[in-house]
């Protein structure tokens, strides 16, 4: 279960989040949906430690997110961000960059056979192949790392319907994991169990 | 082996003028360089003379404080210069950039002069000083590159760095690429030039030994023990700076200041 309590966020004097509250449940998906400037990024990177509120507090699974708890915290998440292109060249350096062990190594070809990843794809230079192809492998080798909650800002931002029909059914219908994203794709937002909507 | 020929003040002016091909090229390709090149002279004639008189004296004394005192100073101006062309914030740099240069120091020389040179007095003044400012000058030059490398890339490649911590919870994994990098970028020059050190670049303290009177058998086993003093040196500085570095500029959710960078 995660627990966002009153958060309140600031830049400045500009308010991003107002005394905001939500709890969801495990294995649970929420889509934090609204327009451009409305926080949705903002709440992503209040629950990984990246923007610490002015005020209130963030349970994940009964730890309290502050300084001593950060790892305990990010040990939990699994984090696709909005901007794929990390500077990273191929599939087999982001494998390495992300320590995948054997057993991960596995599961990365399970997910990216699911996700329509063949393996002439894979063995690819990142700048021979789309930028929905290149979302769909980060994809593939977060969810190999097996955490139980995950965090995905625009997750679908560089894919067609078929890839977005593909994630759905691989993500929002695993119940096992605890899903939060933020995105402005309507057929996303819709497939989450639960929507919550921010105002500018 | 004969003495060095001696070079008389006319004859170091004379050598001053073939500073007027440059100078020429700078103008003729209105190349903005004219009067930092005319600066840089000037310092360095006036460093360098003021150098020749200090050390005259400090080889005479050699007196291991006065020694050691010498070799602090050229750590405060190497670091005060590391932070200033590396575009740093002095607030952020100062300590961890000391420690790790005096600790660099304190143990390439004392295996260098210590162990390899087996000296009986390591404070030395002739062995002492100029090996350490050759050790102190290049650890320099590479920190320059290294940090700015480092911090740059750890700013422009922001994503990068979070994507790692999060979803390796690892500080350490999700710097190892940025300081891989600055590494490699750092150090690379110096392993380019030792690949062809003789075969197409005679090193200068060689050369000077070998103008000194030294026999070269004895200038190049010098220079192979400086080179590798210096890379070990360099590499191990540059490493320290960054792990000290990094204990003063990531907050407890390791989230990078901005700020420690000049714009």
């Known amino acids: ?200 | 082996m004969k003495a060095i020929a001696n070079i008389d003040t006319i004859h170091l002016i004379i050598g001053y003028s073939i500073l007027i091909i440059p100078l020429i090229i700078f103008w003729y390709f209105k190349i903005k360089l004219t009067k930092t090149t005319i600066i840089a002279v000037v310092r360095m004639s006036i460093q360098l003379l003021l150098v020749a008189l200090y050390l005259e004296y400090i080889f005479k004394l050699n007196n291991a404080y006065i020694n050691i005192l010498w070799v602090l100073v050229m750590i405060g101006v190497g670091i005060s210069t590391t932070i200033k062309r590396a575009s740093l914030k002095p607030k952020y740099f100062i300590i961890p950039l000391v420690l790790a240069l005096f600790s660099s120091l304190v143990l390439i020389d004392a295996f260098f002069l210590g162990i390899v040179l087996k000296l009986k007095y390591v404070f030395e003044a002739r062995y002492f000083i100029p090996i350490s400012g050759m050790i102190l000058g290049n650890a320099m030059n590479y920190n320059i590159v290294g940090l700015n490398s480092y911090f740059e890339g750890l700013i422009k490649e922001e994503n990068l760095y979070y994507f790692l911590l999060v979803n390796t919870n690892d500080n350490k994994n999700a710097l190892l690429p940025f300081i891989g990098k600055s590494i490699k970028k750092a150090l690379s020059p110096l392993i380019g030039t030792m690949t062809v050190m003789g075969l197409i670049a005679l090193p200068g303290m060689m050369t000077g030994q070998i103008l000194g009177g030294s026999p070269p058998a004895t200038a190049i086993k010098y220079q192979i023990l400086i080179a590798v003093a210096i890379f070990s040196g360099g590499s191990l500085n540059l490493t320290l700076s960054i792990i000290f570095s990094n204990l003063f500029v990531f907050d407890k959710f390791g989230r990078l200041n901005r700020k420690i960078i000049k714009k």
């Open chain 1, 1 to 200: 279960m995660i627990k966002i309590n009153n958060i309140s966020l600031s830049y400045g004097e500009e308010v991003v989040l107002d005394n905001l509250s939500c709890d969801i449940p495990k294995g649970q998906s929420i889509c934090f949906w609204g327009p451009s400037g409305s926080g949705k990024s903002s709440l992503l990177k209040l629950l990984m430690g990246f923007e610490i509120p002015s005020s209130g507090k963030i349970i994940i699974d009964d730890i309290l997110l502050s300084e001593e708890n950060i790892n305990e915290i990010r040990k939990k998440i699994g984090w696709i961000p909005q901007n794929i292109n990390l500077p990273v060249n191929n599939t087999t350096e982001l494998i390495n960059l992300l320590y995948l062990d054997k057993e991960q190594q596995k599961k990365f070809r399970f997910y990216s056979n699911k996700l329509e990843l063949d393996n002439n794809l894979l063995k690819k230079d990142f700048h021979e192949i789309s930028g929905g192809q290149k979302q769909r492998i980060v994809i593939a080798a977060v969810l190999s790392l097996d955490k139980p909650v995950l965090l995905m800002d625009e997750p679908t931002s560089a894919l067609d319907t078929e890839s977005v029909d593909n994630l759905i059914n691989l993500i929002l219908k695993n119940k096992t994991l605890t899903v939060i994203s933020a995105s402005h794709d309507k057929k996303w937002a819709n497939a989450n169990d639960l929507i919550l909507h921010l105002d500018q």
